[in-house]
Structure formats: C-alpha cells, structure tokens
C-alpha cells in the first residue's frame, strides 16, 4: 500500500491561508501512532511560527513530518525554496543550540543527499530552529556534496536565515511533486534497521527500490512462500540464506522475525544469534530508543518485549541443554551467522568447561534441530550463512547444518541457493556428497550477492577478498571502479589517520578504530586493546564521543569478535605484523611473549585471514588502513614487517596519505 512521504505537503501560498485547526487535523490524521501532548503542542507551535517566518516569501513548498525512511523518523518540515532544499529540525522551547539536535538535522540533510534522487543535484542548508536561543552569528559552508553545515535559528529570526541563504546561491526551481516522491534507496545501518521495525515501520519503507532492493525483496518474498507451503502442508523445513559481507543477510532476518509474531495463534518467531555483541547492541539500541519515546517506561518492561525477539545463542541452547524435555515455544527460528555453530567435539568441550555437565555427543545444530523437531506439526528454521566470516575454533556450521540433516532429519525439507556450494560455504567437500538423500531444492533468491554495507561502493568486499588471496590485477581493477565514490587511503602516521575520519564524519556519522585480537606489537603505538571482560561493547558501539570507552573517541580499538554483524560509517583498520606479504600468500603468525611464531594450522589461518576479512569491511563510507613503520632496534616490530604490508597495498593501487 502507498503511503504518503509527509503527513502535510502544500503549496507555500495555500499553508499561509490554510485554516491552523484544518492544518492540525491533517497532520493527526496521518499520525499512526498515540499522539501525546508533546507532540500536539509542537505542531501547534510550529504552525504558528513557520506561518509568520515565512509570509513574506512569495514561493515554496512547504512539508511537514517528512519521512527519513533509513532511519524510521521524520524531520519537522522542509521548505523548497528558490531551488534550495531547507530541512528544519525544530525544538521548541529550547534555550541553546544543542549538538545533537545539530547532529540530527544534518543527519537529515545528508541522508537525503545519499539517499533521495531528488536531492541528488540540489544544495540542501539544514537549519535548526531553536525556538528560544539567542541569535547566531552564522556563516554559510558548504561541503563538496552540496550539502551545507548547519545553520541556527530561533522563533523569531528563521525568515531571515533562509532569505539569506537563498542569496547565496543560484538554483533551478524544484518541482515539488517530483521532488517529495522521488525514489529513495536507502541502506540502513542494522541498528537503524532494527529501530525501524521494531517500531512497527515496514521493511519497504527502509530498504531500496532498486535492482539490489528488488534481491532483498526476492528473497524475503522467497522465504514467505516456503513458511507459508510448509504451514499448510504441515512440514518442517530449514532455508539457508547466503550472501557476501554486508549483503543484508541480518536485515532479511529481523524482518522475518518482526514479521511473523501471530501470538493469538501461538505462531511466533524469534532472532538468534551466536553473537553477543549484535545481539547485546540491537537489545540496548531498542531499549533506549523506546525509552526516548516513551519517558513513563521503565527499562525493565522494555527489556522483557525486546529480548524475547532478540536472542542470544549461548542462552538458548544452555536451556535447551539443561531443560531437555522443554518444549520450543517459537515455530519460526532464525539463527544468524549460523557458519559459526560448532562441531561435536567443541561443543563437547563447551559444555564439560562451561555447563560441568557431561557431552551431548551432538553438534550445535543436531542440538537446536532436535529441539524445534519436536513440535508435531510444521516448523520453519532460517540459516543465515556468511561465507569466510569462521574466526572460532570448531566452527564448521554450513557443513554440521547439512550434516545433522542427512543423518538425523531426513524428513526435513532443504531450501538452498546453489551458491551454497560454493568452496567459502563447503570447503573442500563434493556437494553430491553432503546432499546425498537430502529432499533439497535449489532457490538462487536465496542468495544475496551484493554488498549493501556500503552504499558507496557495493564490491567493496569483493575486493577484500582479491586483497587477502593477493590477487593484485583484480584488486586493481575494482579499486579503480569505487576511488570516486569510496575513499580509501593507508598511512604510516596514526595521528592523521584520527583526524581523517574526524573531518570526515557529518550528522550522525560513526567512525572508530578496529585491529584484530592478535595484533599485539602496536601497544607501543599507542593501540592497545581491552580484554573480554574490559571491552565495553554497547558504550563502543552507541554512546558519544564524550566517553573515552566510545568508538568517537578513537581511544580503544574493536577486534574481530565486538563486530561482526555490525558497521561504522568511518574507520581506521591497524594491520599489525601477524599477517605480512610472502611470495603469493602471506606469511600467519601469532605472537607469544618475546617473538613471532608460525601458524602451521588451516583452520588456524583461516580464522586469522577471515578476521582481516571481517573488520576490513565494517566502513559504510570510506575506511583508511594504518600501517605503522616499526622500529629497528626492537626485532618484534622491525621496519620491514611492515613496509611489506605498506608496499603490497600501494602497488594495488590505495593511496598514501
């Protein structure tokens, strides 16, 4: 169903002798959710303001509660003038020019930069409008994007900013019909996502219209035909949903999971995953939204709704373990980066470590299938499987999941994308012979091929991958596809990496400092990483730069194991000696007190290539590799340990800064 960008949009000339109650009426009506006296009064007060600023223009467009789709709100109003895009953040009452309402109202203007055709070729001035602050002294500057900086107004002096600004430059008028419903092709941070639907917004409304929206499109269309043959057909199936890094694996999870909560009909879903850090993120994200909405809520009954969406792998099947007559509760289940479920013989070990029990001589998933098995009707489990993102031990997950199928659920029916068969998702295994006496049907919308993480350059985890295999000529050639779009840049001085990423950073933005958990010879460059224990994961990932524990702080570095799942629009990725260029592979080590040791193992370098893979492709909008230069006379971080790494990625092609 359509659904209206803004809850008012009119011709400047009919607002100003529109009737106010009529003007409110409409805005209420388009209101789909409690309205509460806040809200009532701002848009009364609002009305009254932008009808006296802006009488003595003679043109416009003028739009309330305009949707920002990528992120589930709307922006108080725009104003389309002389060519120019206005956004206006109003706060009413407010006394100061607070800096995250700035944030917020650039935040808008850039969004709509990125994201909206229609304001792809337009200068866009967000102004926020404090309604009670003094006058500001402001200075109009604008970005290369055409996107300015923000101005400041109060109740009393807007008029005057926009007259202003519309000075400044020399526009072509903007058709405001083709403007307000021009395509919008967002790509969601997975919080914003998450925010998004769990406040009752659609994934239509947060996704893209384009040809890379339309394979997300296809494969949550995909996954709805199978629940719904395998309801009234009383089955039992497992879909694997595959795709690169970014691809929307997660997105399509959480959409199926908000999706599906018929409880009258006890026929509900529920998102796990084996990442703490996701899912510890998204609860708290969700928590302190909700709570910013609705002040009389406390954290506590907020909890309860979200973590019943949201789940922990760990906690699930420790219940299941130590409860083995519990029935499941959930009929569609959805287990993300379900590639990292263990094998019997580490789950085995988990379980006498951790639980002090005795084994289950099962793998993860003999164990989670076994337990959904036992309603006896129908039953969905959705796989989404990354490829090349295993940094565990014992993590073998695409092959146990088909495994414990073949050998132990045969009357379970297997949806699968053939790019499953893959060698990221099998290894070295035929596929004729995991699938052998599997019921399996090939579903290629099962798999999403494109990277969506980054809207700038969406092969920009395919040349990831050509970098960590050393395939030069093909990293070549896609870096010179995303130079325009996607800054990418290595230095040898930390200090001007901070202040990239800073300078870049506008809105919203986040930006932060990721290394791997084994670099352990940049302490002395001032990187020094926190333990497990230390690590404060949800401050890192969601507080301001005024914590030194927050990512804006480029104080504490992420590792591989508080990411995966998750992105920054900006980041500083520190490549430290465990993974250094030798002949046409690499030369894996770890370091162990004094000295750096050889990998000998696979799996061992696996897991350290796949780390690499993982955190350098955490930057939506532009990433800078730093490489320290090292020190001759400490032979653990001699010079050239790194200038093989510095040399290798010049002669890709990434530039020095």
Partial sequence: MWMARAY????????LGDDDRRIFGELATNHQFELDELQKNSWIEQIK??????????????LFEYIIPRMGRRVDNIFLHKGIVFVLEFKIGAKVYDIAAQRQAEGY????KNFQEGSRNSKIVPILVSTNAPNYLNKIEIYEDGVCKPLFANATNLNEIILNASKVFSESDIDATIWENSRYNPTPTIIEASLALYN?????EITRKDAIGNTFDQTCNSIDKIILKSKTGHKKSIIFVTGVPGSGKTLVGLTIASKYQDIKNDERAVYISGTSTLISILQEALVRDKISRFPGLTKIQVQEKVEALFQYLLHFRREIIENPQLMPTEKIV??????????????DKEIKTKLRRSGTLKSEPDLLIGHINKFPDWAVIICLIGGGQEIHKGEYGTVEWLKSIKNNFRDWNVYIPSAITDKQYLGELQPQEILAGVNYEFIDELHLKTSTRSFRAENLSKLINHILDREIIESQKILKEIRAKYPLYVTRDLKMAKNWVKNKARGNDRFGLFTIAMSHRLRPEGIVKSGPKEFHTKGWWLDSEEYIDSSLALEIPCTEFFSQGLELDWAIFAWDACLTPRDTDWNYRKFVRKEWRTMHKNEQKRNLKNAFRVLLT????????????GDINDRTRKPEFYDGIFNYLKEIG????
């Fill in 49 to 62: 303001i932008l009808k006296d600023q802006l009488s003595k223009f003679d043109s416009g467009q003028i």
């Fill in 654 to 657: 990434i530039q020095e800064i």
């Fill in 200 to 204: 009752s917004h659609t994934v239509q």
């Fill in 8 to 15: 008012y949009s009119k011709q400047l000339e009919y607002f």
């Fill in 334 to 347: 959805v287990f993300d980066e379900a590639q990292r479920m263990w094998n019997q013989e580490q789950l």
């Fill in 109 to 112: 203007a850039v969004d709509l």
């Fill in 618 to 629: 955490r930057a939506r909008q532009g990433m800078i590799i730093f490489v320290p230069k």
